[in-house]
């Protein structure tokens, strides 16, 4: 029979998943089937029993699932555990083990685009699941400082508590970041797959500061427009960090670590 993997979330009829995963198969000479399944907040749970009655493998968990996966895994990888969220989980006999692999896909595809962290002052925006994923990476690269906005103070607050055994977070509101200045805007937010952007006051890039969206496609258009109107010299979305990604949800599954360069260029180029 051939493995049968999926990606789940709320939406997920955009998702370039299943065509990078072919890929990655192909490079193995393997195939493999990969679907996107829509699954609401309230059907989560039942979903992780259906699917794994079904036979498959092993799942990417996207937005806005990456929480509540967390407490529904039977086991869950050190970093899953500090990020208090996953985003890949693979069949055990009796139900799911969980991993994050965002913060590492983010951090190599930080590498390939040469965005230097260590030494600057970074700004992530928002404060939910992908955040959570991003930050312990972020921090063992040495930033000189690392902010963590949202439209309420307390989620920051709450996530520079929980990781501040790993570094220092500065929590703040978004209409508190007047005034600062930012080597590198990172938006973690799923607001532009509502087609617009946040409200955020005046110029918050530095000179030559660069912005990366962990989104892609119609999703990453808003930011980017913002990005360019505050004079960013490096605007990226996240193509890259879900290619990296998913090459390392393949390697938890499989045991193999896919080329992620060709597929990011394909992807690129179509």
Not at 200 to 229: H, M, R, T
Request: aromatic share 6%; net charge positive; charged share 20%.
């Amino acid at each position: 029979m051939t493995d049968r993997y999926a990606v789940i979330g709320q939406p997920v009829a955009h998702s370039q998943s299943p065509r990078i995963q072919a890929m990655f198969a192909k490079q193995f000479g393997a195939e493999i089937s990969y679907e996107t399944i829509e699954v609401a907040p309230e059907a989560l749970a039942e979903s992780l029993v259906r699917l794994h009655a079904d036979g498959y493998q092993g799942l990417n968990v996207t937005l806005p699932h990456k929480l509540e996966a967390l407490k529904l895994c039977e086991a869950v990888s050190e970093r899953a555990q500090i990020a208090g969220a996953v985003n890949v989980v693979k069949r055990t006999e009796t139900g799911w083990s969980g991993d994050n692999v965002d913060g590492e896909g983010f951090i190599r595809d930080l590498a390939q685009l040469k965005l230097d962290v260590a030494g600057k002052k970074v700004l992530v925006l928002g404060a939910g699941g992908a955040t959570r994923g991003i930050l312990k990476p972020l921090l063992d690269q040495k930033p000189a400082e690392l902010t963590v906005s949202n439209r309420n103070p307390w989620k920051p607050e709450e996530l520079a508590e929980q990781f501040k055994a790993h570094g220092k977070i500065r929590p703040c509101t978004h209409i508190a970041l007047k005034g600062d200045r930012f080597d590198l805007i990172i938006n973690a937010t799923s607001v532009g797959h509502t087609g617009a952007f946040l409200k955020l006051p005046g110029q918050l890039l530095a000179d030559g500061g660069a912005c990366y969206d962990l989104s892609y496609g119609k999703a990453f258009a808003p930011f980017a427009v913002w990005a360019k109107s505050q004079g960013a010299k490096r605007v990226a979305d996240g193509i890259g960090m879900l290619v990296e990604q998913a090459a390392l949800s393949h390697q938890f599954w499989r045991g193999v670590l896919p080329k992620t360069a060709p597929v990011i260029e394909a992807l690129r180029s179509s």
